[in-house]
């Protein structure tokens, strides 16, 4: 669990268009928010 100002580890993954999305290319240049939401029609 992260704690509010802590720094998120570095990631990549895929975007919805299949390019790729690296936190790594964002640091000290802008904020990210990361939210996490569980699919529609989903028990939970």
């Known amino acids: 669990m992260l704690e509010i100002g802590q720094n ?4 990549e993954t895929e975007l919805d268009n299949g390019e790729p999305f690296r ?3 964002f640091k000290g240049k802008k904020n990210i928010v990361v939210y996490f939401y569980p699919k ?3 028990r939970g």
Not at 8 to 11: D, G, L, T, V, Y
Request: no cysteine.
């Open 23 to 25: 936190t790594s290319e």
């Open 8 to 11: 998120i580890p570095e990631f």
């Open 40 to 42: 529609d029609f989903t």
